[in-house]
């Protein structure tokens, strides 16, 4: 009975801090930091970094000294990043990563999930308003607006597969999409839910929170050494989380490792592409996306679904 | 960093370090939100001493340090010079040299504006245009190469004539290479016009209309893509564009739409021009002699830059060194337009009006002394500048 308990929490503890969860999540999410580079880099006619580059780039980080600028509230400038990937981390537990299912999972953990993973974001915001920096501060402000602008139909894109399960618990929706392409039902819903990601992420074009050419580093620009490398592991968890819970809930299910690798890279690949394809959106621009046209064509949609399900049944 | 944050006003500087800038400058940008509410520029940051430093060297040794104001065009500069000190000295260069310096005057256009392309799509967060018009743009900075040996900083010019020559080999890989850049510019003219997203950030930003890009002063592209016909190859031809002539490529939208379109329909005319003068080089010499001692005697070359108008000022005084020489580069011409055009547009599109124009920092930058209420001329020693230097640094602590 005792020894049972032990061993209980030590599988606990394996599963959380090595594997499925904790040092694979971080290790993976870096691996998919350098797929995402590499190919850009390959559509772009560069040769890109090294398989190896995103975690010497995190050690390096790790290791050197982290400056906390003047001005700045120093508990909340060291503890954001810590927040951001304390999110991204713990929203990995309810998701069916590397083709697993869930470590844990209630009804409704969808909802946490997708506001687990806002936590980077919302830490990136006030980790920008946080500093005295122009560049972080505007940074900042266009972080949180774009925030408010892709959350709702990201959102909304997310829960139409719910919809279609009759469930908000992922463990549920993610075994009603087994065998089922929702790509092609909900199409509309598979893109914003991409975009939305790429949102998320920052990425072009929609990396005008950070855009180089006019705010250096947006609401990271005060940040180095061990700060920045926590941001740039949430960034890598956030990412892979995404990627998994639109592989599958839109193409067909993640039900074993090798299915999950194969359709998560899939659908960077995609990301990539996109990346390559369009030049920097301004924020106003990026806001007008998402409202104009994000949310209409997810919440039409949605419609759609509503009046499918009445007919049907 | 200081923070002067108010209710009023919100500054965010751009330079004089800034990862949108090549070079330092700084730009004081007053937003309101998002929209810019005043602009300020301040040059000089990279200021070399390059004129004064004229007149302590020879007229040949000059040659090579005003080759050196810019790297992108600095075969312009040295044509310039030397077409301002032939005059001078009433030297004839052989029609084959005019015909080369302006072979290579146009091959440097192109790599000036290819280069430009990538920089501004790289302003507009389109890094994918950027590699691949720079991989392009090694065709010609290899042509280059092969010509005269070095990629910038080619030195083809000498006073009286040029140093390098073109055979048929050398022939054969120029209208090689100038065929697939052609190709390759037909798809950049098709990608800045059609790709819809790219357009949302240039078409009808930092719009400048006639009389403004006449009022400002502007020269080159920018004045062009304002419909404002202003090109020294037209206006005044020099050297062999006389033989070759070229039209003028102009647009009225006056966007940054407008200045790259401009710029890439340029580099059509550049094209056409470099064949030309391949199929039909004149035989003959390369250089002429020309004396050590240049005759007593001012005068002004103007040459048309791949940036616009650069303007040349060479006064002699009988001796083997000039007295002064005064260089105004297209780039102080158009600075004046970024500060005026940047009110009322976004934070976001301000670097792109910036790379608009295409600046090049370090050619700009003059000392001016403006001395209030004494109406006294005076020069200034080489010694006393660099102790003024020294005195105005330590009195204004950065």
């Known amino acids: 009975m005792e020894s049972n308990t032990i061993k209980d929490i030590l599988a606990s503890c394996l599963s959380l801090l090595l594997f499925p969860g904790g040092l694979f999540v971080l290790l993976t999410g870096l691996f998919y930091e350098w797929v995402d580079r590499k190919f850009l880099a390959q559509l772009q006619n560069r040769i890109g970094p090294r398989w190896f580059q995103p975690v010497a780039d995190v050690i390096k980080l790790l290791a050197k000294e982290e400056v906390v600028p003047e001005g700045v509230d120093a508990r909340l400038f060291i503890g954001l990043p810590i927040f951001a990937l304390a999110g991204g981390l713990t929203a990995a537990l309810y998701v069916p990563f590397a083709g697993l299912s869930p470590i844990t999972s209630f009804p409704g953990d969808l909802i946490v999930t997708i506001y687990l993973l806002s936590m980077l974001t919302l830490c990136l915001g006030l980790a920008g308003a946080n500093t005295l920096d122009r560049f972080s501060l505007v940074g900042a402000t266009r972080t949180l607006t774009q925030l408010f602008s892709y959350e709702a139909p990201f959102l909304l894109a997310l829960l139409g597969p719910a919809f279609a399960a009759g469930s908000w618990e992922i463990r549920e929706i993610a075994s009603f999409a087994e065998g089922r392409w929702l790509l092609f039902t909900q199409p509309i819903g598979f893109l914003v839910a991409i975009i939305g990601l790429m949102g998320k992420l920052e990425l072009p074009p929609l990396d005008a929170p950070e855009a180089e050419t006019e705010i250096v580093a947006g609401a990271l620009t005060e940040y180095s050494g061990r700060g920045l490398a926590l941001f740039r592991l949430s960034k890598g968890v956030t990412l892979i989380i995404g990627l998994t819970l639109i592989a599958s809930f839109y193409l067909a299910g993640v039900a074993n490792p090798y299915l999950f690798f194969i359709k998560t890279l899939a659908l960077l690949l995609i990301l990539v592409v996109l990346q390559a394809l369009f030049a920097r959106l301004r924020i106003d621009q990026s806001v007008g996306l998402w409202w104009r046209y994000g949310t209409i064509l997810v919440l039409i949609q949605w419609l759609g679904m509503i009046i499918w399900r009445g007919v049907t049944v | ?398």
């Open chain 2, 1 to 398: 960093m200081h923070s002067d944050k108010t209710l009023e006003s919100f500054t965010v500087p751009i330079g004089p370090q800034h990862p949108a800038l090549k070079e330092p400058e700084h730009f004081l940008i007053t937003v309101d939100g998002e929209i810019v509410t005043k602009a300020v520029v301040r040059l000089g940051y990279a200021h070399r001493g390059v004129e004064k430093a004229t007149e302590s060297r020879n007229w040949v040794q000059n040659l090579y340090l005003l080759e050196r104001i810019c790297g992108i065009c600095s075969h312009i500069h040295a044509t310039a010079y030397c077409l301002g000190v032939e005059q001078l000295a009433a030297v004839e260069v052989p029609p084959r040299a005019q015909a080369i310096r302006v072979l290579v005057a146009e091959m440097e256009r192109i790599h000036s504006h290819l280069l430009w392309l990538g920089v501004a799509a790289h302003e507009a967060g389109f890094d994918t245009l950027f590699m691949y018009s720079w991989r392009d743009r090694e065709t010609i900075m290899d042509l280059l190469e092969s010509l005269s040996g070095n990629r910038v900083n080619y030195s083809v010019n000498v006073l009286g004539g040029v140093k390098i020559d073109i055979d048929d080999d050398l022939a054969q890989l120029i209208l090689d290479g100038i065929h697939y850049l052609e190709e390759r510019t037909h798809h950049y003219l098709d990608v800045v016009t059609s790709d819809a997203m790219f357009l949302q950030r240039t078409r009808g930003i930092g719009v400048m209309n006639r009389s403004q890009a006449e009022v400002l002063g502007t020269v080159g592209p920018t004045a062009r893509a304002s419909n404002v016909a202003r090109d020294i190859r037209v206006e005044a031809p020099y050297g062999a564009y006389a033989n070759y002539p070229v039209w003028i490529t102009l647009d009225e939208r006056g966007d940054l739409e407008a200045r790259f379109v401009v710029r890439i329909k340029e580099l059509f005319e550049s094209f056409r021009i470099i064949r030309e003068i391949v199929k039909t080089l004149p035989p003959g010499d390369l250089t002429t002699r020309i004396p050590r001692r240049i005759k007593a005697g001012e005068t002004v070359s103007r040459v048309e830059a791949p940036r616009g108008e650069l303007f040349y000022f060479i006064k002699s005084n009988g001796t083997d060194i000039p007295e002064r020489i005064k260089v105004r580069t297209p780039t102080i011409c158009n600075m004046m337009s970024v500060v005026k055009l940047a009110i009322g547009h976004q934070l976001a599109d301000v670097p792109m009006i910036v790379v608009g124009i295409d600046p090049c920092f370090s050619c700009n930058d003059r000392m001016v002394l403006i001395d209030h209420g004494r109406n006294k001329q005076s020069g200034w020693t080489w010694e006393a500048l660099r102790r003024y230097g020294i005195e105005y640094y330590q009195g204004h602590p950065r």
